[in-house]
């Protein structure tokens, strides 16, 4: 277990903290939201979609549809800490033209929104935590990804680049920026998880495309888990690899999932109609990178599911 559990937030105790979630309503926000809510942390969710949390008891919501830096002045007004979540979903369709247009402003725009009504609030929160994702580093066939590694130059990479780079002027305003580039989160009924099971369930499951491609993977519980620690640590910033400490290939995870849910992992999906199936989306799947946590081990966070087989067990049993 980590050193964070349920119990009040670090570094706050006999005080009121509020904390804000953009994209709040998401799956990562929502696990979030109730792990702050619990730990006594008063939280306000920006979203599309604020009344899926605000409803829960220690949660407000904002609306933020369409975004604008005004809704958000109210909402960070005596904030403690600000995680920016927003994003529209990379998985959820083909990227069409229109649908890149829409990944860059949830992202980009609202990153730089964000920056620009934070300089106009007194006082300012103290932390500040950016969403990314290891899309950052592009597709790299060999060796660990650590967070020093630059940037690759594909369109994801170039995206995540631009993502991060939005909220960058919050640390001239003296506020500590932590980014988290986070991989494949493991969660039962929400993300890349449930897409992955459904052939199996058919017993049609196996790897994609060669197989040998990384799959840099993290346990929502971790997901949430780290996110915590790094509200806490005071000490923390810059880039953290939110992924487990053992990646493994597309074909371990296949034969993984077979064994968990016993069904057989032994029909490949062919590169070629994964390709013709997305389209440019299909580099989510047929491509990957080796990151693992060195900056977040080092700082001292203790994986929940550092295994494959037991994060799995956890979630889909």
Known sequence: ?????????????????????????????????????????????????????ATARGVSGVRWSPPRAGDLLSALSGASA????????????????????????????????????????????????????????GPRAEGDIRESEPPGDDYLARLCVDWEAATAPVEALGVRRAVIRTG????????????????????AGGPMGSGDQWVPWIHLADEVGAIRFLLERE????????TAPEPVTN?????????????PSLIPAPSFALRAALGEMSSVVLE???????????????????GLEAALRDVLT
């Open 288 to 306: 990957g990178q080796r990151a693992v946590p060195a900056r977040l081990e080092e700082a001292g966070y203790e994986f929940q599911f550092p």
């Open 1 to 53: 277990m980590s050193e964070v559990d349920g119990s009040a937030l670090l570094g706050w105790e006999g005080m009121e903290a509020k904390i804000v979630i953009t994209g709040g309503s998401g799956l990562i926000g929502r696990a979030l939201a109730a792990e702050l809510v619990q730990a006594g942390a008063e939280v306000v969710i920006v979203s599309r979609s604020p009344e899926k949390l």
């Open 82 to 137: 600000v995680v920016h979540l927003a994003g529209e979903n990379l998985a959820s369709g083909r990227w069409s033209d229109a649908r890149k247009i829409r990944f860059r402003n949830s992202r980009v725009a609202t990153g730089q929104m964000l920056a620009d009504a934070l300089s106009e609030v007194e006082p300012r929160p103290a932390t500040f935590i950016q969403a990314s994702a290891v899309g950052f580093y």
């Open 251 to 263: 074909r371990r995870m296949a034969k993984m999932l077979g064994k968990v849910l016993r069904r």
């Open 184 to 203: 494949v989160v493991l969660a039962a009924d929400e993300g890349a998880l449930p897409k992955m099971v459904m052939p199996f369930k058919m017993f």
């Open 235 to 242: 000490d923390l910033s810059g880039a953290f690899n939110l």
